[in-house]
Each structure stands twice: as structure tokens, then as C-alpha cells.
């Protein structure tokens, strides 16, 4: 019988994950069991850009050829994360008249106001960048807001939509999907690395409140923003957990391996000063949440969101992130961890990319694709990034 088996590759700054799992009913419910997972040091990277594809493609190969060894299956098609510091996400708005006499809107309306949305993006913001997820925020008919999850069959003379649109840069897109390609593997799809991590960190109902997910890795700090269950804002900042290694590196005169050990908790604490190195890593770490909360501020949502903070990548290994976070921006914090039975292979966040992919791509309710797109790039492959539970 032919397995339902899905790959997810998250290609970091620091490391390269694959994820090779399969699509099984336990007591008849359809699960996503992992059955192996490939790590390496990431080559070629810097902030999450590309600047050697020879490298990046080495490790890419080396991480799957680790997963396939574990998994005893092959890899030959994945999902695939975009990440780095040139992944944004830009909110617009658009309206148009309804076109029909009844005044009954359509497809035809609701695939026309978004187009018109999209069409309002300044040209200075989206030059040389690409639209992957056009996200439907919310809409409102003749001025009034819509409740329901849909504006489709209702009546109304104007109908307005609000939409996240989240893109990257196009020449970083074709890099790391030919680095991809050339280690052996079809790319089905992409998806923003945040929004990818969001499906096994975050439940419904903490995306339904509000809440917010960031994910601390070694060059930058990525954030995604939910209420009702959608994403309304994606950032990130070219600030990482290596930055803080650095920073004790240097106010300690250590090596930058004891430097690490230090930062997260490590033996050896004892022979240096504890309020120096806490005032060290309270510095940096006050830099990263500033700008977290200057993002939250610009949306309207600092200290505004009841489900609180989730952190998870490497970055979250700091014993004092969680506290900090707290404070820092009023909000209830806690380390995110991944909604997974058998974490015999993954036992941590760090893997909520690589792993979210999987799930994405086991699951149709999950993944429609609604012909608003697709986008293909200039190796032919489609990235839709439309996704059911994004609709309002």
C-alpha cells in the first residue's frame, strides 16, 4: 500500500532540519507520526540569506540524507520554510463596487477586491520582493464589519477586505529553492517560517484570543501576530541568540564555546561573576524585546493580547527569556512547546518549523489552495500559500 509520507525542511542560519513523517489513523483519527529527522550546521548563511549555494546545498543534502537514515524511506518532494531577515508581512485595504444588479456578492467580487488590494501596495515596498501568503484579515459590506467567515452570497453595494500580505525577497527565494532543488529535492510548496511553526506551538483557541509567537533563532528574531484565528502581522528583526553569546564572549573574555555554555545555563557558571553575566544578557535581551514591542505598538496590540507570548528556537534555551518577556511586555509568557505524542525524535521547539510543515502538508482542511493565485517562480514551482484556517 503507497504511505502518505510528507517531508519539512526549515533551513536556518545555524542548522538545517528535515522532518520525514507519515500520514496514519490512530483509533481512526488521522495523525502525523514522525519517523525521522536529519540535523546539520548550516553553511552558506548569513541572516538567513544565502551566500554560498554550494554550501547550503551540501548541508541541505546532509540533513536529509540523515532524516532518510532514520526514517528508512526516501525523500524526493518536501515543503519547504522561508525565513530571514528579508521576510515581511505589509496590511492593505481595497473596496469595489458589487457588479451584479441583484447586488449579491460573488466570486468574481471577492477575487476583484482582493486583486485591487494587492494592486494598492506601494511599488518602493513590494520592488524585487515576493507575494508568498495574501492573507484575508477581515471585510467588511456597505461599511459594516462581516462576521461570518465569508462575505460570499450576502448582499451589499461595497464591499471592503483588509489583508496581510506576506512577502520576501525574490532573488533570496530562487536561491534557496535552487539550493533545494540541487541536493535532490522537488519543492511542492513554501511557507513563511513563522506561520509554519504556529501550527504545532499554537491551539485554536490561544489564536482566537490573541496571541504571539516568537521564535528566538541564532541571526534573527521572527514574529507572528493571531487574533481570530489568523494571522494579522508578520515581522523580522536581524537580531539573534548568537548575539548574545557574542556579547558575553566579549564582557568576560571567554571563548565563544564557554560563552554559550554560560548563556544557556551551562556548567562553569560559578567562576564568573552571576550579576555580570546577568546584566549582560538582560542588555541584549532588553534589545530584542524592545523592538517586539515597538512592532506591537505600530499594530495596536501592546499588551493587548490575552493568550500572552510563546517563545520557542534556540533562543528560548536562556533561563531568563520567559521572566523577561513577562515584563518587558506585559503579557502572560511561556515557552512554546509542539502538540506531539511521540517526541521520541523531536523534544523540542526548536523543530516546530521543520515539523509544521509536515502537518501542513497532511492535512487538506488545512491546505486548499482557492485560485487567487498561484505564483510561479523561474523553476516552475508553485507556491500557494493560501490556507483554510486563515479565512475570517
Not at 280 to 288: E, K, Q
Amino acid at each position: 500500500m503507497l504511505r502518505n509520507i510528507t517531508v519539512g525542511i526549515d533551513i536556518g542560519t545555524y542548522q538545517v532540519k528535515v522532518v520525514i513523517s507519515e500520514l496514519v489513523k490512530i483509533d481512526g483519527k488521522p495523525t502525523t507520526r514522525v519517523l525521522g529527522t536529519g540535523l546539520v550546521e548550516s553553511k552558506g548563511l548569513r541572516h538567513g540569506y544565502i551566500i554560498n549555494n554550494k554550501d547550503v546545498t551540501e548541508s541541505i543534502r546532509g540533513a536529509v540524507t540523515l532524516a532518510e537514515k532514520t526514517a528508512g524511506v526516501k525523500a524526493h518532494r518536501a515543503f519547504v520554510a522561508v525565513g530571514g531577515i528579508g521576510l515581511s508581512g505589509i496590511v492593505s485595504t481595497g473596496n469595489t463596487i458589487i457588479s451584479r444588479a441583484d447586488l449579491e456578492i460573488t466570486d468574481l467580487d471577492m477575487e476583484k477586491v482582493c486583486q485591487i488590494c494587492e494592486d494598492d501596495l506601494p511599488t518602493a515596498v513590494i520592488q524585487n520582493r515576493r507575494i508568498l501568503h495574501s492573507i484575508p484579515i477581515s471585510y467588511k459590506i456597505d461599511g459594516k464589519p462581516v462576521i461570518a467567515k465569508t462575505p460570499l452570497g450576502m448582499k451589499a453595494a461595497k464591499l471592503e477586505v483588509k489583508m496581510l500580505f506576506v512577502t520576501c525577497l525574490e532573488p533570496h527565494l530562487n536561491d534557496l529553492l535552487q539550493a533545494v532543488e540541487e541536493a535532490g529535492i522537488e519543492v511542492i510548496d513554501c511557507l513563511a517560517s513563522p506561520i509554519a511553526a504556529s501550527f504545532v506551538t499554537l491551539s485554536k483557541q490561544q489564536k482566537m484570543v490573541g496571541c504571539l509567537l516568537a521564535n528566538i533563532g541564532a541571526e534573527t528574531i521572527s514574529i507572528v501576530v493571531f487574533e481570530n484565528n489568523i494571522p494579522i502581522s508578520l515581522e523580522v528583526f536581524p537580531i539573534g541568540s548568537t548575539d548574545i553569546t557574542n556579547d558575553i564572549a566579549l564582557g568576560l573574555k571567554i571563548p565563544l564555546e564557554e560563552a554559550e555554555n554560560l548563556k544557556i545555563g551551562g556548567l562553569g557558571i560559578g567562576s564568573f561573576s552571576k550579576k555580570k553575566l546577568d546584566e549582560i544578557i538582560s542588555a541584549r535581551l532588553s534589545d530584542m524585546f524592545e523592538l517586539i514591542e515597538n512592532h506591537l505598538k505600530k499594530i495596536g496590540r501592546s499588551g493587548l493580547l490575552p493568550a500572552g507570548i510563546f517563545i520557542s528556537g534556540g533562543g528560548s534555551g536562556i533561563a531568563t527569556v520567559e521572566d523577561f518577556a513577562k515584563v518587558a511586555l506585559r503579557l502572560p509568557s511561556r515557552l512554546a512547546t509542539l502538540s506531539l505524542s511521540d517526541k521520541k525524535n523531536i523534544k523540542d521547539s526548536t523543530w516546530a518549523v521543520a515539523y509544521g510543515l509536515c502537518m501542513l502538508g497532511n492535512s487538506k482542511e488545512e491546505k486548499v489552495n482557492l485560485g487567487l493565485r498561484p505564483t510561479i517562480n523561474s523553476y516552475g514551482m508553485k507556491i500557494f500559500g493560501w490556507f483554510k484556517q486563515f479565512l475570517p
